[in-house]
T-cell receptor
Framework: GAGVSQSPRYKVTKRGQDVALRCDPISGHVSLYWYRQALGQGPEFLTYFNYEAQQDKSGLPNDRFSAERPEGSISTLTIQRTEQRDSAMYRC???????????FGPGTRLLVL | AQSVTQLGSHVSVSEGALVLLRCNYSSSVPPYLFWYVQYPNQGLQLLLKYTSAATLVKGINGFEAEFKKSETSFHLTKPSAHMSDAAEYFCAVAGQGAQKLVFGQGTRLTINP
């Protein structure tokens, strides 16, 4: 079956612009996670959802970052007023149960000029 | 809180030689432990995981890892390296009951012909 998909795969934007990154999880997966991966580093947790409820947003760096999953399926990570330091790979994962079975998407590479 | 340290950001071995990638963790609660592999331009793929069953865990592509509580380690091994094993490898920990994965900084494995 289809895996986790993310779009766009690459996004180049200018500083100050807003961006929206989309994650389409595996059908039926309850949990959805967002991670950010800087070059040469491991992924860092941003936030996660069970169904449509955002359970933990402790990893969001500041209030320019927000995420939603309004119908318990597709999720959008939005970054407002982007800054160059936001440049990174943004990864989404979904799970039918919990952290022990996370399936990752290919990621969205964001470049802020 | 959980943390992961991967010893060696780059490891190089000859084709057919033993692969050993080191991972030490810290966790205030019993951990779940994971190894993920990342090939260029692809998402993270789960190699294997420890979830409090057998301490020696076998994964895909001939990899295995042993959970050693006394050493707080979860090193990844493969008896004979293949050229296709060249990739970046990430160790991750999640505390039992926690939802998010905490990743190490990654180890890039190079295979020499």
């Amino acid at each position: 079956g289809a895996g986790v998909s993310q779009s766009p795969r690459y996004k180049v934007t200018k500083r100050g612009q807003d961006v929206a990154l989309r994650c389409d999880p595996i059908s039926g997966h309850v949990s959805l996670y967002w991670y950010r991966q800087a070059l040469g580093q491991g992924p860092e947790f941003l936030t996660y959802f069970n169904y449509e409820a955002q359970q933990d947003k402790s990893g969001l760096p500041n209030d320019r970052f927000s995420a939603e999953r309004p119908e318990g399926s597709i999720s959008t990570l939005t970054i407002q007023r982007t800054e160059q330091r936001d440049s990174a790979m943004y990864r989404c994962a979904s799970s039918p149960t919990g952290p022990e079975t996370q399936y990752f998407g290919p990621g969205t590479r964001l470049l802020v000029l | 809180a959980q943390s992961v340290t991967q010893l060696g950001s780059h490891v190089s071995v000859s084709e057919g030689a033993l692969v050993l990638l080191r991972c030490n963790y810290s966790s205030s609660v019993p951990p779940y432990l994971f190894w993920y592999v990342q090939y260029p331009n692809q998402g993270l793929q789960l190699l294997l995981k420890y979830t409090s069953a057998a301490t020696l865990v076998k994964g895909i592509n001939g990899f295995e890892a042993e959970f050693k509580k006394s050493e707080t380690s979860f090193h990844l091994t493969k008896p004979s390296a293949h050229m296709s094993d060249a990739a970046e490898y990430f160790c991750a920990v999640a505390g039992q009951g926690a939802q998010k994965l905490v990743f190490g900084q990654g180890t890039r494995l190079t295979i020499n012909p």
